[in-house]
């Protein structure tokens, strides 16, 4: 296999700025084939970058090691991945944090109204390489307290001539058992004129993905005493209930690049970027209410354990305390339940226009970009829940089975469709837009001394984001009306869905059909039995805000190498970024004023809210590196960072849900507008040895303290007299992060024949974070979402045409939510953590050269069906398992 990949930031740090990561150094075509050479680029990368840098580069045009971006990332020591609702790899974090700055070839890149980049943006297939920046300086731009990943597209000087590379791949889930196509196309020529080289790519993409991630949940555990006939002496789940996230994505890109040299010393750049993504696909929900039943049959556990509850049977620091063991099994009798589906239409699309050029003639480099940017996200949402009417439902129950809930309705329950009413119908209408205007300047002036070059330069960025809501609930006049008795909601209306493993024997319940929700008739009808308007309702000023914000950068920045005798050799650089925020935000929000004695019980008031703020920060940084020859180098890297919160996060408007079904924990999230930014002071070390092309063993350790770090966090909030468990971000004061991290590659090439082809790599992260802040609920907790302990192991082989690749990811467990709620939890216990249980996947591929520039692929993500498992604090309480899907492809790539 072949592939092709641009000069990139990491390599050309000490010599030119990266005004634009991918022509850096566009004099001679570079060229990369296959694993060995892949890993081979990567460990250069690596090894050169003033920076901790660990980088991905395609295996072949089109051919990223992995299916998505996130997938290909976790594979780099210090980052962690989890699963999405499609069941794609998601959300990379970097040394337990999220706050990553994206960039695209050296330019901010983001979602919506977000600062981060949804990777789902991107098909990996568009990739020639990612760099993952785990140190900082002051050429980079500044915004991201975990590191900076830089994502890089093809150029056309990457490429010696015309290029004509095509792919494809159909993709079979195990869950939906469907088959998906992916397709790929990239042309790209470099002609010589009359007024100097140039060059013109064009590269598109499309994919399609069918998919299905049921999940089987316990509700909140809650004391029987208070609760259910023949419950007493037990806490057993509020409800049991299910969740199947099924539909369809597509994802579309393409993306254009023209570069111009007209001299030697100059070259002028053009790029273009168009990406899409639309997601239809629909949430199956179900609740059986096995508290609202009798219980019998139970059979407790011999986790027994006091404690404190209110009336109700929920968590009270200060209420009764009561010995109680968990129910390990139970039967419901005469209960209700409820199902509903949540019709989802997301749209994604974002747009990066940028050019630039770049001069370079004796001691001087400078070169200058601008680049816009526009992201829209539209998100429309079309709920209906419906009731088993008269309930009368019999569920038996077993709270843990392998870490997860297992139950079946034996009678009149969810899977019989006989008997189903009218529930609460929800909408939810969501538009976001951003907007970013850049431009920079960088210059590199290089020195015949002990000082190797001074860097220098100045960025501006104007960025806007506008977010708009609507989101509510009715019954109107029509819940408890039978479906059956209304007369449009023919016999296609109700359907089974998908069905979940542990749920019912496998077996679909009864749910609203999905394609008959998003169609607009339909939605119309349902509006119109429900007392409601035409169309999605108009947005509502409480749940909107705009946003603006202005950033001035500039930087200085000196490189340094110092010779010491024989091959050994200091080199290192010290900088100094300096960097300006002006920010506004304005939005509204409901404000009940205070009683009075004429006005005791005072209605809310809408009211309209703006702030402004500014922040100045100075982010040094200074490294060393000792070379000490044949391959064995140590460094030191110190460096500031800073991420800004989020536009959402600083909205104070609140987005919650009137429920009027009872079976519905009422919640909702809102926005802190006293968030301050993140700081972060980073330091590493590293030993490394590299002693071949593409062998390396490396060593390092890393300390970040965080100051203002922001987590979200539950909490009952009263509004309106109804209480709502509401989510907010704040700032936990001081955290601390400290890890290890290990990671060698090799072939070997010492072997005889065939067996030369073998390969390995692995490396493994130890990652400790602590709330450092006395008096914080999370004090002493490790950082929401870290694991303690990651690793990557895997073998390869190129040889003879044939490649293949087998690598086991495997990290520890970790919480990913504080879960404040009203979960019974033991004396002396105030927190109740979602803790995930370990987990590890193993993903494989092999691909043969069938003829020349022709490679048949075998790709499978997944293989052993690993699955989310979570707990509410203690093993013995389960919440959530999720049957992950495993995946099958074959594909086919060709280039001429």
Known sequence: MLALLGATPAMAQNQSPPADASAQDQGD???VTGIRESLAKAATIKRDSPNVVDSIVADDIGKFPDRTVAAALQRVPGVQVTVGDNNEIVNPIVRGLPDILTTLDGREIFTGVGRGFSYQ???AEALAGADVYKSTSADLIEGGVAGQINLRLHKPFDFDGFTLAANGRAIYTSNTQEVSPVLGLLVSDRFDTGIGEMGLLADVSYALNHFNRPIAFNCDFRSGTQGPPGAAGVIAPTCVGGLNNEGDYERKQANVAFQWKPSPELQIYANGL????????????????????TFSNVTPTDECKDYAVNSAGFYDPKGTVQHLCTAQSFTSTNHGGFTSTQAHHDKTMVYVISGGAKYDSGPLSLAADISYQRSRVRNQNFILDIFKAGNGITTNVNTNV??????TDTANGLTDPANFALSPLNQDNIRDRGKEFAAKVDGVYRLDSFLDNIQFGARF??????????LGGTCGTVCGTLISDVPFLGAGFLTHSSGIPSVNNGFGVIVPNQDQLRNPAIQDQLRKLYGLGAGFPDFTPDRSFDAAEKTYAGYVQAAYKVPLGGAVQLDGQVGLRYTRTDRSIAGASFVTPAATPGNPNPAPVLTPFSAKTSDDNFLPNASARLKFGGGLQA??????AISRPSFGDLNPGLSYLISTNILILPAGSGGNPDLRPQKSDAFDATLEYYFSRNGFIAIGGYYKNIKDRVISQSQVETIDGFDYNITRPRNVGKVSLKGVEVSAQTFFDFLPGALSGFGVFGNYTYA??????????????????????????????????????????????YYDENYGGTNVRPVGQTLILNQVRPNGRLDASVGYEISKGITLTLDG????HAKYRSYYGDPALPRDMRFDDASYSLGVSARF
């Open 461 to 470: 960025a104007d960025h806007t984001a506008t977010h708009e809501q609507s």
């Open 274 to 293: 168009y990406t899409a993504y639309e997601n239809k696909s629909a949430s199956f929900f179900l609740i059986d209410d096995v508290f609202g039943g």
């Open 121 to 123: 943006d991107l098909p």
């Open 402 to 407: 392998g870490g997860g809930t297992v139950y």
């Open 635 to 640: 460094r030191f890297n110190y460096s500031r």
């Open 861 to 864: 993500t997944n293989l052993t």
């Open 768 to 813: 400790d974070s602590k709330v450092k802040t006395p008096g914080d609920p999370l004090f002493g907790q490790q950082l929401q979402g870290v694991s303690k302990h990651n690793f990557n192991i895997g073998g390869l082989y190129e040889k003879f045409g044939l490649t293949g690749r087998v690598v086991y990811t495997y990290r520890s467990g």
């Open 29 to 31: 075509e570079i060229v």
